[in-house]
């Protein structure tokens, strides 16, 4: 969906790298969401964002860090990437809409850490 | 923890029958019920929500819901093999900031 962009798509790192993911969204909604995908454990969150600057930990936020300066912008960045943090990451802002609260994944960005 | 629960599977069906997926939540105070279907390689796709007790329906997808006994489901009548996927059950938390809670998703194989 052209309406939620991540780069990179794929990308691998070493371990002790700082590498940082991007998400963009041509909407303007106000709540942002990162998640992990692993096999055995699901979708899981990271961290997530109310509005430009307030932003909160969600289950597994150990390790990474986020900003939000611009309502369109949500970038999550591993300060020192583990083998742990291989992954899938998904980021899925979520309409406020009335009762739907729809939330859509982006297309993800595959993350390998050697 | 609030969990959400589902069977793992994979579940198999032939092509034209019902498959039923079903999904079962912990947080007795959690208004709004999703599900969505995952490709092989892709990102989460919104296909049903449901909030009010009972049935909805969408084209060949069904959803239940029954707080009482806090259980959802998914029903996709005439199966086809492009409704194998994987389908997630989330649940929107009723604290906070209304998060959504996955479940780790049931496998579907729709075959010939």
């Known amino acids: 969906d052209a309406g939620i962009t991540q780069s990179p798509r794929y990308k691998i790192t070493e371990t002790g790298r700082q590498v940082t993911l991007m998400c963009h969204q041509t909407?303007?909604?106000?709540?942002m969401f990162w998640y992990r995908q692993d096999l055995g454990h699901g979708l899981r969150l990271i961290y997530y964002s109310a509005a430009a600057d307030i932003t909160d930990k969600g289950e597994v936020p150990d390790g990474y860090v986020v900003s939000r300066s611009k309502t369109e912008n949500f970038p999550l960045t591993l300060e020192s990437a583990t083998r742990s943090q291989t992954s899938v990451y998904f980021c899925?802002?979520?309409?406020?809409?009335?009762?739907?609260?729809?939330?859509?994944f982006g297309p993800g960005t595959r993350l390998t850490v050697t | 923890q609030k969990e959400v629960e589902q069977n793992s599977g994979p579940l198999s069906v032939p092509e034209g029958a019902i498959a039923s997926l079903n999904c079962t939540y912990s947080d007795r105070g959690s208004q709004s019920f999703f599900w969505y279907r995952q490709y092989s390689g892709k990102s989460p796709e919104l296909i049903m929500f449901i909030y009010s007790n009972g049935d909805k329906e969408d084209g060949r997808f069904t959803a239940q819901l029954n707080k009482a006994s806090q259980y959802v489901s998914l029903l996709i009548r005439d199966s086809q093999p492009s409704d194998s996927a994987t389908y997630l059950c989330a649940v929107r938390q009723s604290s906070g900031y209304s998060t959504l809670t996955f479940g780790k998703g049931t496998m579907l194989l729709v075959s010939p």
């Open positions: 909407w303007s909604h106000s709540y």
């Open positions: 899925a802002p979520r309409s406020e809409q009335v009762p739907s609260y729809e939330q859509y």
